[in-house]
C-alpha cells in the first residue's frame, strides 16, 4: 500500500513512519521531518529500510499541505492525516478519490470535531489516540482507536542511579503555554530538590534546564534519574513524553485530574486512569502529596523500583509496539 503521510509532530511522524514502513508499506511524508528518511532535519534517526524518494520530493515542493500537487495524491492509495484540518479542507476536492485518514493526537475540541462532521460524512476516516476523546462535545466517532506506542526493548534499562527528579517538554514557560504546561506546579512540588528540565525551549528554567538532549541522551537520561514528574500538555489525554518514560521504568509522579484539564470542558486527561495510585505511579492534584511522593522515591530506591516496575508493565500493555502494530496493520487491510 502506498501511504502519503502529512505531519505536524516530527516525533510521532518518526514512530508511525517507522512502523508503516516496517509493516511492508510504501510511505512517503510529503513535508515533515522525514521527507527525506535518510537525513531526518529532527531529533530523531533516520528510518531503517527507508529510501530517499528525490520524485516524490519534487512533487511536494512543488507544492504544500495545504496544496498538495495533484500526482502526489494520485500516487497514494492512503493518506494519514495529522490533526492539521488545514491540510485536510483545501484539498478534499483533489483528494477524496482516495481513502483519507485523520488521526488524533490528543489536540482535538469541540470546534475540531463540529469541523470534522463533513468531512466524516463524506468518506473521511478517523483514527483516535485515546478513548476519552469520545466524551468530547460533539463527537463524531471513529473508525479505530489507536494508541501512540513504543517499542519495549529500546525504552528500557531504569537504575535510578541519579537521585533527582527530571521533566521533559518543550517551551513549558512560555506565557502562551504555561496554562497547557502546568510548570508552576513542577516549581512548587520540587523546591529545593535536586531537579531538572530537559526538552527545546526551555532556555528561560535558567539552571533547571538541563539541554535538548539528543535521541541516546535522552534515554539515557530516563535511565539514571530517580523520577519523572509529568505535567501533561493540555489537552493531550498523554503525551509521548509520558509513554516513554513509563516504559523506560522511571518512576512517574502526575499531576491528577483537575489540573490536567482545568480549562477543558471535556474531560480528556487520561492520566489518572492510568495510573493507580501507590502501585505503578502516583497521580495527585495535591502539590504536598506531589511532593511527599517524590521525597519517597528519591529516599527508597527499592520502592522506586516496584513502582517503576509496575509501570513499565502498564505501559507495554497499553502501548506496547507490538500491540500498536498489529492494530494498524488490521486496520489498513481493511480498508
Known amino acids: 500500500m502506498k501511504i502519503l503521510y502529512l505531519s505536524c509532530h516530527a516525533i ?4 508511525e513512519v517507522s512502523l508503516f514502513t516496517e509493516l511492508g508499506h510504501d510511505v512517503f511524508s510529503a513535508s515533515g521531518a522525514y ?3 535518510t537525513h531526518p532535519t529532527g531529533m530523531r534517526p533516520e528510518i531503517k529500510n527507508a529510501e530517499r524518494r528525490d520524485p516524490l ?3 511536494a515542493l512543488q507544492g504544500t499541505r495545504e496544496n498538495l500537487h495533484q500526482e502526489l495524491i494520485d500516487w497514494a492509495d492512503v493518506i494519514v492525516v495529522m ?3 488545514d491540510w485536510v479542507t483545501p484539498n478534499w476536492h483533489k483528494m477524496r478519490h482516495r481513502t483519507v485518514v485523520w488521526r488524533s493526537i490528543g489536540q482535538s475540541s469541540v470546534g475540531t470535531e463540529m469541523r470534522l462532521e463533513g468531512f466524516r460524512k463524506s468518506g473521511l476516516k478517523i483514527v483516535r489516540y485515546s478513548p476519552l476523546e469520545r466524551d468530547i462535545q460533539s463527537y463524531v466517532g471513529e473508525d479505530a ?3 501512540f506506542y513504543k517499542d519495549p526493548e529500546e525504552w528500557e534499562g531504569w537504575n535510578g542511579g541519579e537521585e533527582r527528579v527530571i521533566t521533559v517538554g518543550q517551551s513549558i514557560k512560555k506565557v502562551t503555554r504555561l496554562a497547557a504546561c502546568r510548570p508552576d506546579i513542577f516549581e512548587a512540588a520540587t523546591v529545593g530538590l535536586p531537579r531538572l528540565v530537559y526538552g527545546s525551549e526551555n532556555q528561560d528554567c535558567g539552571d533547571l534546564w538541563g539541554g535538548c538532549l539528543p535521541y541516546e541522551e535522552l534515554k539515557v537520561a530516563l535511565r539514571d534519574n530517580r523520577v519523572f514528574f509529568y505535567t501533561g500538555t493540555q489537552p493531550a489525554s498523554y503525551t509521548l513524553g509520558f509513554v516513554e518514560a513509563f516504559m523506560t521504568g522511571i518512576p512517574v509522579v502526575a499531576i491528577g485530574k483537575e ?3 482545568s480549562w477543558l470542558r471535556e474531560p480528556t486527561y487520561e ?3 492510568i495510573i493507580k495510585n501507590g502501585v505503578n505511579g502516583f497521580c495527585s492534584d495535591d502539590i504536598s502529596v506531589l511532593r511527599a511522593s517524590v521525597d519517597l522515591l528519591l529516599r527508597d530506591k527499592e520502592k522506586a523500583r516496584r513502582i517503576g516496575e509496575a509501570g513499565r508493565n502498564t505501559a507495554i500493555e497499553l502501548f506496547g509496539k507490538e500491540k500498536i502494530k498489529k492494530q494498524w ?3 489498513f487491510g481493511g480498508l
Open 12 to 15: 510521532l511522524e518518526y514512530d
Open 35 to 37: 521527507q527525506d528518511p
Open 57 to 59: 520530493i519534487s512533487l
Open 83 to 85: 490533526h492539521i484540518l
Open 145 to 147: 482507536m489507536i494508541r
Open 259 to 261: 489540573s490536567g484539564q
Open 271 to 273: 492520566v489518572p486512569l
Open 329 to 331: 496493520s488490521e486496520f
